[in-house]
Every structure is written in structure tokens, then in C-alpha cells.
């Protein structure tokens, strides 16, 4: 099956306190969704990737794509998630569709093409990791503890988040405007999705120590590409 991968950067980050939309905040001297796209075209099942950003930063955006990979395109989002998603699947034209997070720079080819296979076999796949807090349900006005979650069901989802492309889209034009990842589009709609490991360094940029936390992972992944490029001198 053809495979499209839609790296959404279109999102303000007002967590963040920045001036410039977070994808594109610097990350080891380069925009962070510039990781989010390289990842994922090094993956040779994927033909094909959409990048969604604000149109204010179109002209910056396509700079930034054509510079690491061909077979890129860029559009334009919209004022929420779905807004966004729908625009990168509608310029899309792979079977299946990846829906990557352009502030969730460590994807490995690994977990990309073990989420391809999922989705190849289920029709909607997403990475997880499991909940190692304990987590609590508050309720009223003073948010009392109210109830202790069983954390052994429960899973924070990651991305990218596959689908076979109409499925998603049509769960999509169905959905919530309010929704904050896509499988939830088609769970909504009563549509199967399906889990499967998901990867600790495939962190989420989404506060300003996280920021921190990206710095010190590319420094040490830059240090050990330059030491194998060393040894093999």
C-alpha cells in the first residue's frame, strides 16, 4: 500500500511563551518539525510528505522542506487540529496516511515502519506508552481527589498515528472541531483503533523544559553520528 506522511506544524504553542510558532522554534540550530520531516522521509515505504503550517510561515516552511527532501509539500492550516489534519490528508494521496506531530522530532525509521505494518493490517494504528503515575480523577470546584484511575489501562498516545487515508478522512469531516489527536475521530465514529509500543525518546515538545530535554538528546545522538562516522574513516 502507498504510504503519505502529514507532519502537522501549524500550531501556536502558547505553552511555550515564544514569539515564533513552536515548530519552528530552534532545536540543535535547525526547526524542530525539520526533524519531524526527515524522520520520516528516511523511511523508504513513505513516497510522500505534507507539511502544515500557519500561512505566515509558508515562505520559511518550504525553505526548510526543499532543503532535506524532494518529494515534499507544503500547505496551509487552519485555526484547529482537525482543521489542519483534514488539509494535509486532502492534499495527500498515499492509501495509508501517517499523521506526525511536527513538535515530536525523535521518531525512529524503526517505530514508523513498525506503525505502517499496523496500520497495513488493522486500517487505524497508534504508538503508546503506558501510564507509570499514579493518576487521580478530581471533581468540584476545589479539584478534590475524587477517584484512582487503574493506570494499567490507560496509555499516553504518541504519533505518528496511521490510518488507511479515506477512513480517516471521512471520520474526520464527521468529527468534533474540539478533538486533540485524530484516532479519536474514529473512535467517535465507532471505528476500531489499534495500539502498539510506542518509544520513550519520541518525546512531545511542548513546554519550555522539554525544549531543554530535546537539546540534550540531539547533542547526544550529533555525538554519537560523529563518532561512528570516525570509525569508519
Given amino acids: 500500500m502507498t504510504v503519505s506522511a502529514v507532519v502537522l506544524a501549524a500550531g501556536r504553542g502558547e505553552r511555550m511563551c515564544a514569539e515564533i510558532h513552536k515548530a519552528f522554534l530552534e532545536l540543535a540550530g535547525r526547526p524542530i518539525f525539520a526533524y519531524s520531516v526527515e524522520a520520516l522521509s528516511h523511511v523508504p515505504r513513505v513516497k510522500e510528505v505534507i507539511v502544515v503550517v500557519h500561512p505566515d510561515d ?13 518529494r515534499a509539500t507544503v500547505v496551509t492550516g487552519g485555526a484547529t487540529r482537525r ?11 498515499g492509501e495509508i496516511v501517517l499523521i506526525h506531530d511536527g513538535c515530536r522530532p525523535f521518531a525512529s525509521p524503526i517505530l514508523i515502519d513498525r506503525i505502517i505494518d499496523h496500520t497495513e493490517r488493522y486500517g487505524a494504528a497508534v ?30 498516545a504518541q504519533t505518528p498515528q496511521g490510518f488507511r ?37 519520541n518525546l ?30
Wanted: aromatic fraction near 4%; include cysteine; glycine fraction near 4%.
Fill in 58 to 70: 509558508l515562505a520559511a516552511a518550504h525553505s526548510v522542506v526543499t532543503s532535506l527532501v524532494r
Fill in 204 to 233: 512531545k515538545i511542548t513546554y519550555p523544559e522539554d525544549l531543554h530535554r530535546a537539546e540534550a538528546l540531539a547533542d547526544r545522538s550529533s555525538r554519537r553520528s560523529e563518532s561512528r562516522r570516525e570509525r569508519f574513516a
Fill in 127 to 156: 504508538p503508546v506508552l503506558p501510564s507509570v503515575e499514579t493518576l487521580y480523577r478530581l471533581g468540584g470546584a476545589e479539584h478534590r481527589i475524587e477517584k484512582v484511575l487503574d493506570r494499567a489501562s490507560i496509555v499516553r
Fill in 83 to 93: 482543521e489542519s489534519s483534514l488539509a494535509g490528508i486532502r492534499a495527500a494521496t
Fill in 165 to 201: 487515508r479515506l477512513l480517516l478522512l471521512r471520520c474526520l469531516e464527521a468529527a468534533d472541531p474540539g478533538i486533540t489527536d485524530d484516532a479519536s475521530a474514529l473512535i467517535a465514529q465507532g471505528e476500531p483503533v489499534f495500539t502498539l509500543d510506542g518509544e520513550v525518546a
